[in-house]
């Protein structure tokens, strides 16, 4: 919730400046009745577009080993992206109220939010909704939820937001929402309140035989007291607590309270010292970490138990009844979300505005990065945070809270979500009534445009992580790029880098992304004139100059100038573009492998390899003049491939024919002198996509089924190299080779050299290529993500199934399989399938005419 807000509601004792990036709520009063501002989380698993079927997010990971994001039903992970809804703009925060509950309205708002990107919308148990509940009268919220069932949004109910002393009866409300829903797929999970404070633990009945110790005197013996009794009346009864004790409270408890509290503000001010001190770049959550806060561990510790017991109130109320849908609690207090209490949840949810500077930025967000540590192998979430365009131009506000999404993908968390749909017109004040995405009139804001960009790069899984780089910047306020490998966005005014330049009129956001490799997405918001040279931006040189550009919103032909390998067009505000690609394509051949004095293979330690180069799908080898470097890559049995050296180019004949060929020479084949063991050679070419043939060289070359890899750990974040191993090639019905027609395959992947399964949240396309006898590799297909568990290790798998292999029936023939994983450096080992897995000395392609050399 803003601090802003506290300001104007005058709270008695008032509110703690920790730091830029913390701040505390102390006071000691009642719910504030004033707007909450909450934040929805939204899970971005569709496309833009006519919405369809969802993947419901039902499920997470709870171990060391788990995601960084929720899951699909299917296990997927999902990076969240969304918003909170509190009603139309004429009727903020009182939607339920009978008079005011209006489907019509609700169902546009759903249709806005899904035209902007978001997928689940996060709504609020207020009065009079408890009342009704507890009645038997479900009629409102089955509406909301069979709307949002019909427009494929899901669901974060908040269940506690409004004003009840009485745990017990919050916890029958929740459980009758939870039994209702128990099976409701739209429904993502409940939060169980939101921004829960010091006073929301210690100003509220428990049940019966349940005294968490900050209603005990326990500090007070540990601290010494602050207040005497007679100090503690007179504070209730003429000071800032008589309107914030309870007023159930005896003279006794009201003692412990203004103790217990007095000894908590001295450990608040440590903390705020503390940050001082240290220039305000650090949080207290860095205190709490530190040596120096040693001395308040049993402030600490208080808390924490007071907050288990607050907890299970209402979790063990709703798992009674419920044990699927996934348990957060929105703090914007980020000392309580530190506690070790929330271990019991199944993700954190965090509430953060960061300031209009890159320094304040930095800190807010940098809390995130605390809690992440803090609960390894738990999703954590921004789950408020955005701009008020009153004062601040929309276009900024856009930037600020693009660069915050960015900053939570690039840290790996499991998303977030802004404040909120719609501008109101009835709220607290006009700054705080303009944060939503949508004008009071439903006018889309800029933020619109760029959430809209965001969620379709995101997709239906996350991608791999990219690098946000961020800074002041006068005509932007905040000036950033985040550079991945398959993205490249940038906010400025003025841009020129990575083969793209850029110029607006005023601020404007930039999107560029190729999830797809054979498009280039391009979006803006604002008019902005673009020049983009693909080869540089993709780092791809096989890339043909010979575009196609589509303006997505009439899939018209878009005309553009064209320099070189270069495009530029002016690209509208709010337009998508689609930037078709095409590239060289060759097959690599290796024609022979040629063991020094022509010994047999179980004695030779050396060998001499030839390779031809074609056009894709033909018998033209290229142009004489091809310059780009050929690789030759080597494994050995099951393990991963290496690189072995570059060719030599030389020229020969056939017939009227002169081409080239590449020569690889001495390559060490001394280990397949065993008969255990076996190489398997494959080329790559710089500058063209290439298809490369597969080589055996083994006394006996095929794969037996090998010992399994066993990951040993799952690593925190992406790698930069992974190792993508085919482990098991099983026939249907464990035929033998000789009679199966399909076969199942099953890979893993590994951070590149190590033993260390890549985490449960990655994203990227694994894609299975086969070869036949000698032929070029061929695309077989794209892996199914699922989740494995070997001894305590829990971690994703890809599975292809009903895999042809029906030409190995016949002995004569062999198949090759390899894996690749989009966007990312990968090395694969390579399986033989076949009766006899060798590689006998082919039949030499001839080649043809040679290709032009244009």
């Known amino acids: 919730m803003l601090h802003r807000k506290v300001r104007a509601l005058r709270c008695p004792i008032g509110f703690e400046r920790l730091s830029d990036d913390t701040r505390v709520f102390s006071t000691l009063g009642r719910r504030w009745p004033a707007v909450h501002l909450l934040i929805a989380l939204g899970l971005v698993a569709l496309p833009l577009g006519t919405p369809s079927s969802p993947a419901v997010a039902s499920g997470y990971a709870s171990t060391s080993s788990a995601a960084p994001y929720l899951l699909t039903i299917d296990g997927q992970p999902s990076f969240l992206i969304g918003v909170n809804y509190v009603g139309y703009s004429d009727r903020g925060w009182r939607m339920w109220e009978d008079f005011l509950f209006d489907p019509s309205l609700i169902e546009k708002d759903f249709i806005k939010a899904r035209n902007a990107g978001i997928n689940v919308l996060r709504l609020f148990v207020r009065r009079p909704l408890p009342e009704d509940i507890m009645a038997g009268k479900w009629q409102k919220l089955d509406t909301v939820v069979a709307l949002a069932r019909q427009y494929h949004l899901y669901l974060l109910i908040t269940l506690y937001d409004y004003g009840e002393n009485e745990l017990a009866k919050v916890a029958e409300v929740d459980r009758r929402i939870a039994q209702r829903y128990a099976g409701e797929e739209t429904i993502l999970g409940y939060d169980l309140k939101n921004e829960p404070h010091y006073q929301d633990l210690t100003t509220v009945r428990y049940p019966p035989g349940v005294q968490p110790p900050l209603l005990t005197d326990t500090l007070i013996k540990q601290y010494g007291q602050r207040l005497t009794q007679a100090e503690a009346d007179d504070w209730r009864l003429n000071g800032s607590g008589k309107n914030v004790v309870p007023s159930w409270f005896d003279s006794q408890q009201n003692y412990i309270y203004a103790n217990n509290y007095a000894i908590y503000k001295e450990f608040l001010a440590s903390a705020s010292a503390w940050v001082a001190a240290r220039n305000y770049e650090v949080s207290t959550l860095d205190y709490m970490d530190s040596p120096d806060a040693s001395r308040w561990r049993g402030v600490i510790n208080a808390l924490d138990q007071t907050l288990a017991a607050w907890l299970a109130s209402c979790v063990d109320a709703i798992r009674s009844v419920d044990s699927r849908h996934p348990l957060t609690v929105g703090y914007s207090d980020a000392i309580l979300a530190k506690l070790g209490a929330n271990t019991t949840l199944n993700w954190q949810s965090a509430h953060r505005y960061p300031g209009q500077q890159a320094k304040s930025f930095k800190l807010a967000l940098g809390v995130l990065d605390n809690l992440k540590k803090t609960f390894p192998g738990k999703p954590v979430a921004l789950t408020e945070f955005g701009y008020s365009t009153n004062g601040l131009d929309a276009a900024k506000a856009a930037i600020y809270e693009t660069a915050t999404s960015l900053y939570l993908l690039s840290h790996e968390m499991a998303g977030g979500a802004k404040w909120k749909l719609n501008d109101l017109t009835d709220g607290a004040n006009r700054e705080e009534n ?112 010979n575009y196609r550009l589509l303006k997505m919103s009439t899939n018209a ?144 070359a095929r794969t037996y089924f090998p010992q399994p890899d066993m990951p040993q750990t799952v690593l925190t974040a992406t790698p930069q190299s992974i190792d993508a191993k085919i482990e098991i090639v099983w026939p249907h019905g464990g035929a033998p080779v000789n009679e199966a027609t399909k076969v199942n395959i099953g890979v893993y992947l590994f951070g590149h050299g190590t033993s260390s399964a890549i985490p449960l949240s990655y994203g990227g396309t694994v894609r299975l290529w086969r070869s036949l006898n000698n032929a070029p590799m061929v695309e077989v297909g794209v892996g199914q993500k699922t989740t494995k568990k070997i001894g305590d290790v829990t971690f994703p798998a890809w599975e292809f199934n009903n895999v042809d292999v029906a030409a190995a029936v016949d002995a004569a023939n062999k198949y090759y399989f390899r894996v690749t994983v989009d966007g990312t450096q990968s090395f694969s080992n390579i399986w033989s399938h076949g009766a006899d897995a060798r590689t006998f000395f082919p039949e030499v392609d001839v080649p043809t005419e040679v290709a032009s050399c244009k």
């Open 557 to 700: 032909p878009q005309s553009f100038d064209q320099n070189g390998a270069q495009i530029s067009f002016t690209a509208e505000a709010g337009g998508t573009y689609e930037l078709s690609l095409s590239r060289f394509t060759i097959d690599a051949k290796i024609e022979l492998v040629w063991p020094h004095g022509n010994l047999p293979v179980d004695q030779a330690d050396k060998a001499n390899i030839a390779a031809y180069l074609f056009e894709h799908d033909s018998a033209r080898p290229v142009c004489p003049n091809w310059a780009q470097p050929v690789r030759l890559w080597r494994s050995l049995n099951n393990g991963v491939e290496e690189p072995v050296t570059l060719g030599e180019k030389r020229m020969v004949q056939a017939g009227n024919t002169t081409f080239a060929v590449w020569d690889f020479n001495n390559v060490d084949v001394k280990d397949a002198r065993d008969p255990k063991n076996k190489y398997y050679f494959r080329l790559s070419t710089d500058g063209a996509v290439g298809y490369s043939s597969v080589w055996s060289h083994g006394a006996d």
């Open 434 to 545: 303009e944060f939503g995405l949508y004008t009071v009139g439903d006018t889309p804001k800029p933020s619109v445009m760029a959430t809209r960009a965001l969620a379709d790069y995101v997709g239906s899984t996350p991608p791999t992580p990219g690098t946000l780089s961020f800074s002041d910047d006068a005509a932007t306020g905040l000036r950033y790029t985040y550079i991945a490998s398959d993205a490249l966005f940038v906010a400025a005014k003025e841009f020129q880098d990575r083969g793209v330049r850029l110029r607006a009129e005023g601020p404007t956001q930039v999107f560029l992304s190729w999830r797809d490799p054979a498009i280039i997405r391009i979006a803006a918001t604002a008019q902005t004139t673009l020049e983009i040279d693909p080869q540089i931006l993709m780092g791809d040189p096989a890339i043909i100059p």
